[in-house]
């Protein structure tokens, strides 16, 4: 758990990102959180954004996937996906989550799938469907992150 599989970006992305000197998959993942979590990005472009999250070790005290942890995996993945529509130029930076829990589960593995509702220049919307191994919904998720100017030094200011 914690252990970063390869995320595959489309080649568009790469040569967008190529010789800034930025790791990608580091760059576009829940951080530490997500590596405590068990969540992998395994696929990562501006119009889709796939990732996994283990409920072992994520639940709450009924032994249910915590609500929490389904909101890490959508607003990790509907970043990820604000950040690549946004390009180098740009930071996502989350305004508005909101989540509806549909059901219960109590082990295996969920997968997000993180689409755009929108993109424009300022502001970029995801919608995002957690499905358990038997592909049942568990959430759904609506994130919107607003786009600012990158700083020149790096810093998320």
Same mark, same amino acid.
């Given at each position: 758990?914690?252990?970063?599989?390869? +995320?595959?970006?489309?080649?568009e992305?790469?040569?967008?990102? +190529?010789?800034?000197?930025?790791?990608?998959?580091?760059?576009f993942s829940?951080?530490?959180?997500?590596?405590?979590?068990?969540?992998?990005?395994?696929?990562?472009a501006?119009?889709r954004?796939?990732?996994?999250?283990?409920?072992?070790?994520?639940?709450?005290?009924?032994?249910?996937?915590?609500?929490g942890?389904?909101?890490?995996?959508?607003?990790?993945l509907?970043?990820?996906?604000?950040?690549?529509?946004?390009?180098?130029?740009?930071?996502?930076?989350?305004?508005?989550?909101?989540?509806?829990?549909?059901?219960?589960i109590?082990?295996?593995?969920?997968?997000?799938?993180?689409?755009?509702?929108h993109r424009?220049?300022?502001?970029?919307?995801y919608?995002i469907?957690?499905?358990?191994?038997?592909?049942?919904?568990?959430?759904?998720a609506?994130?919107?992150?607003?786009?600012?100017?990158a700083?020149?030094?790096?810093?998320?200011?």
């Amino acid at each position: 758990m914690g252990e970063q599989s390869s +995320t595959k970006f489309p080649q568009e992305v790469l040569d967008q990102w +190529t010789g800034l000197g930025l790791d990608l998959p580091s760059l576009f993942s829940a951080g530490h959180l997500g590596d405590r979590m068990g969540l992998e990005i395994l696929e990562a472009a501006p119009e889709r954004v796939v990732g996994t999250l283990p409920v072992e070790g994520n639940t709450q005290p009924y032994g249910l996937l915590h609500g929490g942890a389904s909101a890490v995996i959508a607003e990790t993945l509907g970043s990820v996906g604000a950040m690549l529509h946004g390009g180098p130029g740009k930071l996502a930076v989350g305004v508005d989550l909101n989540c509806t829990h549909h059901r219960g589960i109590r082990s295996g593995l969920v997968t997000g799938v993180a689409t755009p509702v929108h993109r424009g220049r300022s502001t970029a919307t995801y919608e995002i469907v957690i499905t358990d191994e038997q592909d049942r919904r568990i959430c759904t998720a609506r994130l919107t992150c607003l786009l600012r100017e990158a700083p020149l030094d790096g810093a998320a200011g």
